[in-house]
């Protein structure tokens, strides 16, 4: 076999055509699903620890699913600020809460564009826990018919995909059985299957008030120190029903994603979540690398590591491209 000089690899870099031509990892705007935080009222509120990102007001979700869909996003996740709290998050399955007028609003606006809804209490406990409290410590079961009812009262407004993110052990079962009950048999179940117990989730309990009151939430979301459990975790939630699964936060799990993708195949979605998205936008503010080709490269890496799809607060920028 010939080597140097006959073997150049940079003839093919020379040039951004040449570049593209041979890329072997693209992002496109169909498969991003891009993250909102919607409230009842006021104007949009800037949010301080992530550049870039408000939360919008629900008289906005029409014009926010019509920019979604020029923009040719695959789809919109919606977090909601509720009016009120309570110990056990009721504000989640109101039929008439901000996620529930949310999703009406956008699917009047927009009806083409796939509208995807956090099912979590979080957002909505007083306590900022995902789920009803016994004493200092989670009730698992008793959260699961809470985390069915959100997820029917989300599709019976014509939500295309639930997404639980609360992490606790059979509920992506709890949440087909509701919805299938209720005629719902075609609502689409993305499930946050690994979803670490990770610090880079600081701006977005920030942006939605839910930083636990007590405690931490280690106790059922994943320790990042293993892997294997991971995938053990994406299985049970396959087995259960999980159309889609999720890994999350994504820079730091490439590993994991590239197992999963191994293991399991597609589709796999990665979030990019608020600390990855807040770190590159920060240290941008202060000069210390270019923002852009920040988050370019960072959401190339999950696709590169097998993603097929990615939450990103970035989707706006990105669709334009910034690396070739």
């Not at 997820?151 to 059979?170: C, N, R």
């Amino acid at each position: 076999m010939n080597g140097f000089p006959t073997i150049r690899m940079r003839r093919l870099r020379r040039t951004a055509g040449l570049r593209r031509l041979v890329a072997e990892t693209h992002l496109n705007p169909s498969q991003f699903i891009w993250p909102l935080f919607i409230k009842t009222g006021g104007d949009a509120t800037p949010l301080p620890t992530m550049p870039g990102v408000s939360q919008h007001p629900l008289k906005d979700a029409g014009d926010l699913a019509r920019r979604a869909a020029d923009l040719g996003f695959g789809g919109v996740l919606l977090f909601g600020l509720p009016d009120s709290k309570d110990d056990k998050g009721s504000a989640a399955w109101d039929g008439k809460g901000v996620v529930q007028q949310a999703v009406r609003e956008m699917k009047k606006a927009a009806p083409d564009v796939v509208v995807v809804t956090d099912v979590c209490l979080c957002e909505y406990t007083s306590h900022g826990h995902c789920g009803v409290m016994h004493g200092d410590s989670v009730d698992n079961d008793a959260t699961l018919d809470l985390l069915a009812r959100t997820a029917v009262s989300h599709a019976d407004a014509g939500a295309d995909i639930v997404a639980p993110s609360d992490m606790m052990d059979g509920r992506v079962a709890a949440i087909r059985q509701g919805l299938d009950a209720k005629g719902f048999r075609d609502a689409v179940i993305l499930s946050y299957a690994a979803k670490y117990a990770s610090a880079f989730y600081g701006p977005f309990r920030d942006a939605v008030g839910s930083a636990p009151q007590f405690g931490d939430r280690r106790s059922y979301q994943m320790d990042p120190r293993n892997g294997d459990e991971a995938l053990k975790e994406i299985a049970l939630d396959l087995e259960e029903g999980a159309d889609l699964v999720m890994i999350k936060p994504g820079l730091p799990c490439l590993d994991i994603i590239s197992r999963a993708r191994g293991q399991f195949g597609g589709p796999i979605v990665a979030y990019q979540v608020s600390g990855e998205y807040s770190m590159i936008k920060l240290a941008a503010e202060r000069g210390a690398l270019d923002g852009s080709r920040a988050l370019w490269e960072a959401t190339i890496a999950l696709r590169r590591a097998g993603a097929d799809i990615i939450i990103s607060y970035a989707a706006p920028e990105l669709v334009g491209g910034a690396g070739a």
